[in-house]
């Protein structure tokens, strides 16, 4: 396996581990009822049973970054190339460039699966702390850390995306 693709790959392995872990470890001190829904002042609008909420989060966790994988990175190498969309796809898909570029999407994919897991896991974080076993649940300022950390990582991923496929020297 070439050694672009291992990184990202473990490393998007290992963070859907971790967040798999993060629902069976702490998933037992959930409250029964839980805030999963917070309105601008951080008071719950919105609640979820706490076997539901580790149901779907932990299946979000495994299928929302496999999802980013698979579009991105597997499915140009079924399609046909005329469904291929990049910037510049002439040059970036002609025949001698083609498997460098199908490569370098699936590695582009495994960072973006990456983020997506990330930003998950700081969102299930930030509802976990938002929810003690004792007392009310209140959403702390730190989601916005979470939710502006995704956004500013999301723009630098798209510039730089868009910086790799530009227009060939």
């Avoid at 069976?24 to 049973?49: I, L, S």
């Avoid at 510049?88 to 370098?104: D, F, I, M, Q, S």
């Avoid at 700081?122 to 950390?149: E, F, K, Q, Y």
Wanted: with cysteine; net charge positive; proline share 8%.
């Amino acid at each position: 396996m070439n050694a672009r693709i291992s990184l990202p790959l473990a490393l998007l392995l290992l963070m859907i581990a971790g967040s798999l872990a993060f629902f069976v470890y702490d998933g037992q001190w959930f409250p029964p009822t839980m805030a999963v829904h917070f309105n601008g002042a951080g008071d719950p609008d919105g609640w979820m049973d706490r076997v539901k909420f580790i149901i779907i989060g932990s299946s979000l966790s495994f299928m929302a970054p496999t999802f980013a994988v698979a579009c991105l990175g597997v499915l140009p190498r079924v399609l046909p190339i005329s469904l291929v969309s990049v910037p510049n796809r002439a040059y970036w898909l002609a025949p001698e460039r083609r498997e460098g570029t199908l490569r370098h999407l699936l590695c582009v994919a495994l960072w973006l699966g990456c983020l997506v897991e990330a930003f998950l896991l700081g969102v299930w974080v930030m509802i976990a702390r938002a929810n003690p076993p004792a007392g009310t649940p209140h959403l702390s300022a730190d989601h916005a850390w979470v939710v502006g950390g995704f956004f500013v990582a999301t723009l630098a991923f798209v510039m730089w995306s868009w910086r790799t496929f530009g227009r060939p020297r």
